[in-house]
Structures are given as C-alpha cells and as structure tokens.
C-alpha cells in the first residue's frame, strides 16, 4: 500500500503530511512495528517529544508524529515520509486495522454443536465445535460463538457479539451488541453470597440478572458475577482486562477501563469513565464518581469523589500520596533523630 494510499484512508485525521512538500516521495509501506524495532517498509508512530530520540534510529519507513515541527524536520532529515495529528496513538491504531484483521470464521453451526430446541438463533451466525446452546437462549444476527462455548438456559447474546473459545455464560445473563468475551471468561455466576448460621453457611440463591451492555470487552479468566436479587450491570463500551473478578450487585458506568487483577466487592458502583489500574481492590458498597482514576495495587475502603486521583492502601488522593511517599523513605533517619531526641530528654531531667 502506497503512504498516499494510507492518507486517503485516515481521511481528516491527518492535519498535515511530508508529501504536501514531496508529492514524488511515495514508499510503499507493507505493515506496521513499534518504533524501536519497526523493519523497513513499516509505518510506526511517536506519540511525543520524549520519544523523539528514536526517529534517529528507527528503520521506519513511515512516522504518525504529533504536531511537533522539530519531530518533523527530524524525520525529514532522515527521509523517512510523516502524518502529523493530534493523536498519534489513536491514529496508529486505525494503521494496524489496514494490515491485520482478526480471524472471523464464515457463519455455519458445526455438526457437533448441542442446540436447544427452543433456542432461537439469529441470522449469519457461527456456532463451532461442541459448543452448548441450551433450552431458551437467543443469539442475534452475525454473532460468533467459537468452539466450546457454554451459554446456560435464559442467556441472551446481541448483534454481532463474540463469544471466544470456553467461556461460559449463565443463566439470566444479558449480553448487549458488539461485545466481545475471552477465553475463559464467565458472565452471569453466581454471587458470593451466604448467610452465617449457627451450624454453618446458608447459601443465599442467587436469582438476579447480569447485564452487559453494547461494546463491552470482557478479557480472559474474567468473572462478573449475578447478584441474588436486581442485577449486576456493565455500561456500554466498558473494557475489561484479563483476571478481573466483578462482584454481585456491582454497577460499572460506561467507558470504565478495568486492568488485569483488579477485584471488586459486590455492590459496588463506579460513574462513567472510571479507570481502575491493575490489583486495585475495592471493598464493598464503594461509590466512585464520573472519572475518578486509581494507580495500581490502590486499595479502596471509601468512596472516591468524581475526579480523584487516589494511590495507595488505604486509597489516598494523589497529591497526599506523593508527600506520604516522599516522608516513608525518611522513616529510618526519624526514627534514629527521635530515639536521640528521647535520650537527651531523659539525660536531661536525671
């Protein structure tokens, strides 16, 4: 593919580009690679001026640079052709999508798939090996439901929606449009949820719904489990990462981004655009509002203010946290300066 080629592509999001100064300059670009290790041929990206040191050494046919004109006569220098824009990330992401789309098998129900005969199933879906489609389950138009997939009776799964090799789905779950879920994962178990006896645990039935709603991504070896009454509920276009345990009862907003190994207690309720970073733990009943963001291992007891920025455990806002750090280093030498201190006083009053 020409570079010109991939500029028509991006259309308006490339304000400005090397060929308005060479029009005859036009390589043909072949993949794409990350900036340190890009063969030629290859178009990668600079996301800032920090990174800028590796336009001297990238083998890059191709640079997506930011609107930085000393990143840009860099490049120029090198002869290596350029797109500037306001997000270089964003932008490479849509490069990949023009050399690599992923594996999406032509829609047909392998002989060896248990259908429900009650099940309802959409148009154009895929339906593989020994997957188990049990008694009430609906699948929408161009769903994926690769091989081994479980999906218990009363599930229903939206337009389009993928369903990666042995994840399960339970009953009473609802899965929106456009989602995707990883291997392993498991939507719509039941809650933890048992109730102290003298003679042991009662376990507490878990009757309610697990909602995901369109766009969500649900990585792999992931658990988001249904409460015993109402419902646990994913806003749309939520992302997911491997590892993540979502308790019973729990509310995630729209767009959250939850990274690998976070645990969330049941009943919790996250605003829209919450990030979580990995091993936050959040404890239950927390309420954290619209863009609230955590740094990782954050341990959460209390509620977060749209917004905030907390570190630590006990979760601490951002700015307290990096005076609490810069005191924790310091602890020996106070102590050693207070046990002196403690010395001269009892000198002082024998």
């Not at 646990?232 to 019973?248: A, K, P, S």
């Not at 005191?327 to 010395?343: A, E, F, H, I, T």
Request: proline share 5%; hydrophobic share 40%; with cysteine.
């Amino acid at each position: 593919m020409k570079f010109s080629e991939i500029l028509c592509q991006f259309g308006d999001a490339a304000s400005n580009h090397s060929l308005t100064s060479n029009p005859d300059h036009d390589p043909e670009i072949t993949g794409v690679g990350a900036i340190d290790e890009a063969p030629n041929g290859t178009i990668s990206y600079v996301e800032g001026a920090k990174f800028g040191s590796f336009i001297g050494k990238t083998n890059a046919t191709a640079l997506i640079l930011p609107q930085d004109e000393k990143l840009q006569v860099l490049a120029q220098e090198r002869g290596i052709v350029w797109i500037a824009t306001a997000d270089p990330r964003l932008l490479f992401a849509k490069a990949i999508a023009l050399f690599y789309q992923p594996y999406r098998p032509i829609p047909k129900i392998h002989p060896t798939a248990v259908i429900d005969s009650t099940a309802k199933i959409g148009s154009d879906v895929y339906i593989g090996p020994h997957a188990v489609i049990q008694q009430g389950v609906e699948i929408g138009n161009g769903a994926i439901i690769h091989p081994n997939v479980v999906i218990y009776p009363d599930a229903k799964i939206g337009d389009r929606t993928i369903l990666h090799a042995n994840c399960t789905i339970h009953e009473r779950s609802r899965i929106g449009a456009d989602c995707v879920i990883y291997s392993g994962a498991v939507i719509g178990a039941e809650g933890f949820g048992f109730v102290p006896t003298r003679t042991g645990w009662l376990k507490m039935e878990q009757s309610g719904y697990t909602v995901l709603e369109d766009g969500v991504v649900v990585g792999c070896n992931s658990g988001i489990d249904r409460p015993a009454v109402g419902e646990t509920r994913i806003g749309h276009n939520t992302v997911i990462d491997n590892l993540v345990q979502i308790g019973h009862g729990c509310q995630i907003g729209a767009a959250c981004a939850i990274a690998g190994q976070v645990g969330i207690a049941g009943g919790v309720k996250l605003g829209n655009r919450v990030i979580l970073a990995g091993q936050t733990g959040i404890v239950n009943q927390v309420k954290m509002g619209d863009g609230a963001m955590t740094s990782a291992q954050t341990g959460i007891h209390s509620d977060v203010a749209p917004g905030e920025i907390v570190c630590g455990s006990p979760a601490l806002p951002y700015k307290l946290y990096l005076k609490v750090s810069a005191v924790y280093g310091r602890l020996p030498d106070m102590y050693q300066s207070l046990k002196q201190l403690q010395r001269k006083f009892k000198n002082s009053n024998d």
